[in-house]
Structures are given as C-alpha cells and as structure tokens.
C-alpha cells in the first residue's frame, strides 16, 4: 500500500525523523502539531495556539486530499488544565458539527517551554476525497 508524507517545514521533523502528516490507504494520521508560527514565533494565548494548530493540521489533511469532516479522532495534549475551555472552544469552532472522537490529556511539558498545548488528528477519507483515486464518475458511498 503507497504512503505518502507532507512536511510543514518544521525543524524537527528531519531532527527527530518524523513526517507532518502520513497516508495510507483512506486513512490520514497527523503527527502532534504545536502552535509555532512560520516566523518560529509562538502566541501565549491558548485559544490562538490551538487556531495555529488546527490550521497546520488542516493544510496538512488537506494537501493528503482530506477535508475537516474526514476527522474521527483528536487528541490535545496540554500543560495547563485552566486552559482546557479556552481550547476546547476552538475545537467546538473547527469540529462542532463534525463531532470526532477526541481527548484532552494534561502533561507536565511540551518540547518548547512557550507550547501550552500540542494537538493530533486521525481522518478517514473517502475515495472521491483522493483526487488520484477520483474518476469522475461517481459518488462516494
């Protein structure tokens, strides 16, 4: 079965040896993705780090031929258990109609000091999603 990979560019994919996103088949798994900006900058508020990740995620997904509603599984990591809210409202604004599978779990740190939270994804994409697989002729069932 082909994989195929994108990178968002961070440094440490190539350090660490990880890609950003990675299909196989329909199914598309991100890798935990933080709130860092093209620049290397990071903003401290919760709510836009989680807009940051959620942005990367979903270039990712979709340069993998995926869409938003393809998701089935999130899972958010963050240090600061006050922040929960705050994050959990972007998500509402990303996946409130959409509705995946999702946890929250609090950890002691993050690689960079300034990340208060990392995110992952798991989608699921349907054939007419793939435009390599897209014929034209038909309808996904």
Known sequence: M???????GSPFEP???????????????VSGTAPVWPDGSCDPDPAN????????????LAELGGRPVDVVRTRTYLVARSDWEAIGRVHGEVFGAIRPASSMVVVTGLLDPRWRLE???EAILDDVADPSNDTGSG???
């Open 2 to 8: 082909e994989r195929r990979r994108v990178s968002s």
């Open 15 to 29: 350090q660490i040896g990880f890609s950003r996103a990675v299909r196989v088949g329909q199914r598309v798994l």
């Open 49 to 60: 780090q989680a807009r940051r990740c959620f942005a990367i995620i979903l270039a990712a």
């Open 119 to 121: 995110i992952e994804a």
């Open 139 to 141: 309808s996904a069932t």
